[in-house]
């Protein structure tokens, strides 16, 4: 009986460079081809990274017959103990995606805020604010500003349809953002300023001989405020996730222990 190895001959890797025993292969460097490169410019690309692969083959014998016996033995322990951390942490990451329950419910969060409050305190002004940025001279100034203003349903739709002719706009005053993200799109809005203006249920118009601001401030948070929960919330679900992912992985290092202590594949001698 013939073997199926004399009609299929297995085809063998092609080398493109050798160090020593070392070899680097086609398959090595598919990775570095995209469509959008020209001829030359591949083939400096592949030479620059034969080079370096070259260079880094050689440094590495170098260093293995020049470094003492002590050196290298750190640097053995060294490899092992990372990769020994890469196989475990893959592993751990592998397992809390799988099995850990990532839900977290509002109430657990609300617990969390209320024992946990004094934690969340800001560190600079938060306000819930609307504000549209345009040019004196825009021809529905008036409507702009009237639907501004009230701010019903239909107004903000008609605002969001009118949103080209603004310089820059912001219609969420539902959520909570940083006085110096506001800053940065509206600069009439200083350290200096911000106590004349950032009151809460304050509207104003401010301008000059070619732009308007329209902003209304809806709610602010002071400085060293407890953190309102809706602005927090992120934060806490993601410190009740970690907190779960620690006490998963504990529980999950004590079964595994427990589980070869039983089936005799750890022993500890006396």
């Known amino acids: 009986m013939f073997s199926c190895d004399f009609f299929y001959k297995k085809e063998e890797k092609k080398a493109v460079a050798r160090v020593g025993n070392n070899f680097l292969y086609q398959e090595d460097i ?16 592949v030479r620059s ?8 083959q050689l440094l590495t014998d170098k260093a293995i017959i020049n470094l003492n016996e002590e050196k290298l033995g750190e640097l053995e322990k060294l490899v092992r103990d990372y990769r020994t951390d890469l196989y475990i942490n ?9 099995t850990m329950d990532t839900t977290v419910r509002e109430d657990e969060i609300a617990a969390f805020y209320n024992e946990n409050s004094e934690n969340f305190r800001l560190n600079e002004e938060l306000l819930k604010i609307r504000y549209i940025h345009l040019n004196k ?6 409507t702009i500003t009237e639907r501004f203003k009230r701010f019903n349903k239909g107004d903000k ?21 940083k006085i110096t993200q506001i800053a940065e799109k509206v600069p ?77 594949q750890f022993e500890i001698y006396e």
């Open 49 to 56: 990274y034969i080079n370096d692969w070259a260079t880094k």
């Open 30 to 45: 598919k990775a570095l081809f995209s469509g959008n490169i020209t001829e030359q410019d591949s083939i400096n690309l």
């Open 137 to 142: 001279d825009n021809s529905n100034m008036k």
């Open 157 to 177: 739709n008609i605002l969001d349809s009118l949103a080209i002719q603004f310089k820059h706009y912001f219609l969420n005053d539902s959520v909570w953002i």
């Open 90 to 98: 893959a592993y751990r990451e592998a397992l809390v995606s799988r």
């Open 188 to 264: 009439v809005i200083s350290l200096d300023t911000k106590d004349q203006y950032l009151k809460k249920s304050q509207f104003f118009e401010i301008q000059d001989s070619l732009e308007v601001y329209l902003m209304y401030v809806k709610d602010v948070a002071k400085t060293y405020d407890i953190a309102p929960l809706p602005y927090i919330r992120p934060t806490i679900k993601q410190i009740i996730l970690n907190r779960r992912k620690l006490e998963f992985i504990k529980e999950l290092e004590k079964d595994i222990v427990n589980d070869a202590i039983q089936k005799k």
